[in-house]
């Protein structure tokens, strides 16, 4: 066990003169009943305290995540309601930039399965993990179009075994997300992206609340995923060689990439 060897007490601080010194740094919340990471985040000063804190203030969290931001609370409170305080590590501190703190923490994220975190790590949806194989595929192939001129939601999906099955695409690609409603329904087309290359494209013909009643063909769809939408449509072949062709598009526009966030939006005039 590691329990003995990593910080512990729950209503521990640091000292203005540690926060000073130590600055950025990546921290993990453990589990004590069995030494499971189900937590990764970044910040300064006392931020790796402050979610035992949360706990006792979940009207603070953001309305719009609550449903996600439940999970890490409900450990939280199981942790606590057993008898045990959540466990802390410092995985690294003094890191000189934000952007640098930002890429120890997706690797992170990125390394440890089953995390409560609502959102994936920094440039994992461009940058993830990945095989040297992919790797030499992806940057073996034509770039996509950098300044497009149809109106687009890019939506980053999870890997997929066959990028040539397009049902699979297509279901993985149109539900569920957090998505401006405005936006989504003057979108001209939805391009689906696996780390950074579009392997599908879609006309989306209605775009609905995320609930059982509006897709019922989804197991996980349920009344509580009203605030998300999704929509139905069809495989977009008069733009198919022009986003994605035979093997995919490499994105390269930096505006067009996902850095943390699955959706991004073109044209860019608003902020995701």
């Known amino acids: 066990m590691i329990s003995d060897k990593i910080l512990q007490a729950e209503d521990c ?29 970044r910040g300064r000063n ?24 439940g999970d890490k609370l409900d450990r939280i409170r ?8 959540v466990l802390y590590v410092i995985h690294r501190h003094e890191i000189p930039s934000d952007e640098a703190t930002a890429e120890v923490e997706a690797a992170l994220i990125d390394a440890y399965a089953g ?3 609502i959102q994936r790590g920094y440039g994992s949806c461009d940058r993830g993990p990945t095989t040297p194989d992919e790797l030499k595929r992806k940057y073996g192939l034509p770039e996509f179009p950098p300044n497009p001129d149809d109106k687009l939601i890019l ?9 040539r099955d397009i049902n699979s695409v297509y279901d993985k690609v149109r539900y569920c997300w957090r998505i401006n409603e405005k936006r989504a329904k003057a ?42 939408r999704g929509f139905v449509g069809r495989k977009a ?19 067009l990439r996902h850095v943390q966030y699955p959706l991004r939006y073109w044209p860019t005039d608003k902020k995701n």
């Open 187 to 228: 979108a001209d087309y939805v391009i689906a992206v696996v780390r950074g290359v579009s392997v599908g494209v879609f006309k989306p013909e209605k775009w609905m609340e995320a609930t059982h009643e509006n897709f019922p063909e989804f197991k996980n769809a349920s009344d509580e995923s009203i605030r998300r």
């Open 237 to 255: 072949d008069e733009v198919w060689d022009k986003y994605v062709g035979d093997n995919g598009m490499r994105l390269t526009n930096p505006a």
């Open 13 to 41: 601080r640091f000292s203005e003169e540690v926060c000073e010194k130590i600055g950025n740094y990546v921290y993990r919340l453990i589990d004590p009943r069995n030494d499971e990471t189900f937590y990764v985040g």
């Open 115 to 117: 995390l409560t975190n």
């Open 46 to 69: 006392n931020r790796v305290f402050d979610h035992v804190k949360g706990v006792l203030l979940p009207q603070n969290e953001d309305e719009d995540e609550s449903v996600s931001l």
């Open 155 to 163: 939506i980053c999906i999870n890997s997929i075994e066959n990028k």
């Open 78 to 85: 199981e942790i606590q309601n057993s008898g045990h305080n």
